[in-house]
């Protein structure tokens, strides 16, 4: 992916132990540890809208998709230091139309979704909140607050090589401080940790919550395209 001019003298960091599909119960990068005590859980529902009156062939429904995932930060002596609980939504309307044999079904994402809220409680306590701009070119902004610090989520959609700017993907996140980018994560593929060298102790620690929160959203995800 991208990564910004801020991030020009970062070195990026691999994720170990991630599986690019699905989720798993243990990775790590830098110098933080990841675990995972309990598998996601993943639910959804379907509900008809009979508003407006529609034609009889038509039917018109909202549909719900949750996942929701408890991870753990741990201390480099494997103690469990920040817990988070977070949870992803997706919500589609979508319109069916049968004709004769043949059944049309449109889908249609709806504003504001997908989306993900996390709660952070340990040493760092906190909330993250993200959602979609736009659902078309899977841009996404957001913010998170960790012991009173504020920070700025955008996702970054475009890759290195391109001269410019056209969304390709979701392909990692950049996490901002006061304006000014302090690192990135890469969440396609196993995924890469860049952190700013001018990011002070406390700084690098809030940042391992929110790229790891971020890292196991984009997981989240992949579970409920499947």
Known sequence: MKVAPDLATATPTPVTGRSPEGWTREFQFANSRVRLPQSPLVWNATSSISMPPLPSNTELHVA?????????????????????????????????????????????????????NCDFVGTQKGTLSLRVTDYVS???????????????IRSVNSLQ??????????????????GKVLAAVETWNVGKVWISPTAGATQQEEISVIAAALLQYTSLLGMQDT
């Open 138 to 152: 899977q841009r996404d902004a957001g913010d998170a607050e960790l012991n009173g610090h504020p920070w700025t």
């Open 64 to 116: 719900l998709d949750r996942a929701s995932v408890q991870f753990e930060l741990l201390s480099a002596s494997q103690a469990v230091v920040t817990t988070a609980n977070c949870l992803a939504q997706g919500r589609f309307a979508g319109v069916t139309e049968t004709r004769g044999r043949v059944t049309d079904t449109t889908d249609i994402n709806l504003p504001g979704f997908p989306r993900v």
């Open 161 to 178: 090589s391109q001269s410019g700017g056209f969304p390709i993907a979701r392909l990692g996140y950049e996490i901002l401080a006061e």
